[in-house]
């Protein structure tokens, strides 16, 4: 094992600070969960919040180990930017794409009296044979009774139901 | 449903929005594990287990396949060996081992579960 193995033991700052952080990002997840597609001033602001303090802990961190400014990763504020833009670019294509599948099964239907035998569309996209990917939360190592949380995939690839 | 190109962060924001005990926060910093025994005496000296970021390929039993989650407790463990030291989400004893719960590394001699 080298130095540069070892996960350094973090100051007791550091600790509070990305403690911190990361309940105030939680705590806006939970918020974004429980009103759902809907947006609300609160939920905004608590990703605001949440983001203020990545933010502060990424400035403490950049202000002991510099980078060159041409190897510069984005900071959390301009990557919120950028995933608020591509979000809704995303659902401009999403809400396109739903019509368009709307209107080829409606073609679908008109042409083929036997369209039920076709591949059906779901929410997801067209149907695929799927199989179980149970989730074992373990509270202790081992445990008898793990939290389980069945979830399905895609044969060949993995999925998880993102209709939660 | 996520792509074949699907990491953990994906996962994380599937695990964010459930409710009750299903519900897994980011500061309790999961972990996800392809296998891990499921008995006390396999945890022995020489364990090891890392964490997966990908989530194909997953070993299968006869009908399912699983993926094991770890998880942080509140407050950390400090650990000093020599000139070094490290913090860790959790510990467990099962009955021949101390395991710990860190940060994932390239390479360790130690029986640390990362």
């Known amino acids: 094992m080298t130095s540069n193995d070892i996960h350094p033991m973090p100051r007791s700052d550091d600790s509070f600070l990305i403690g911190s952080a990361l309940e105030l990002v939680d705590d806006a997840l939970k918020s974004a969960t429980e009103v759902e597609k809907k947006t609300t001033k609160q939920v905004d602001e608590k990703f605001e919040a949440a983001t203020n303090a990545l933010s502060r802990y990424e400035e403490d961190c950049r202000g002991r180990d510099p980078v060159p400014d041409h190897r510069r990763a984005n900071t959390v504020r301009e990557r919120m930017t950028t995933a608020k833009e591509k979000d809704k670019s995303s659902s401009n294509k999403l809400n396109a794409m739903k019509e368009t599948l709307r209107m080829t099964v409606s073609v679908a239907h008109a042409i083929l009296p036997s369209a039920h035998t076709c591949p059906q569309p779901n929410p997801d996209g067209w149907s695929k044979p799927t199989e179980v990917v149970k989730f074992l939360i373990f509270k202790s190592l081992p445990d008898d009774a793990p939290v389980v949380v069945n979830r399905e995939r895609q044969l060949g690839l993995f999925g998880v139901d993102s209709s939660i | ?114």
């Open chain 2, 1 to 114: 449903m996520l792509s074949e190109s699907s990491k953990t962060a994906e996962v994380l924001w599937n695990f964010s929005r459930f409710k009750d005990e299903k519900r897994i926060t980011l500061k309790q910093n999961p972990h996800f594990y392809k296998c891990l025994p499921r008995s006390k005496e396999a945890y022995r000296n020489d364990f090891r287990g890392d964490p997966v970021e990908r989530f194909l390929d997953t070993p299968k039993d006869a009908r399912t396949s699983e993926i094991y989650v770890l998880t942080d407790r509140p407050g950390q463990v400090y650990l000093e060996y020599g000139q070094n030291a490290r913090a860790f989400g959790n510990v467990w004893l099962p009955e021949h081992a101390i395991i710990f719960k860190g940060s994932c590394l390239t390479s360790s001699n130690l029986p640390f579960l990362t």
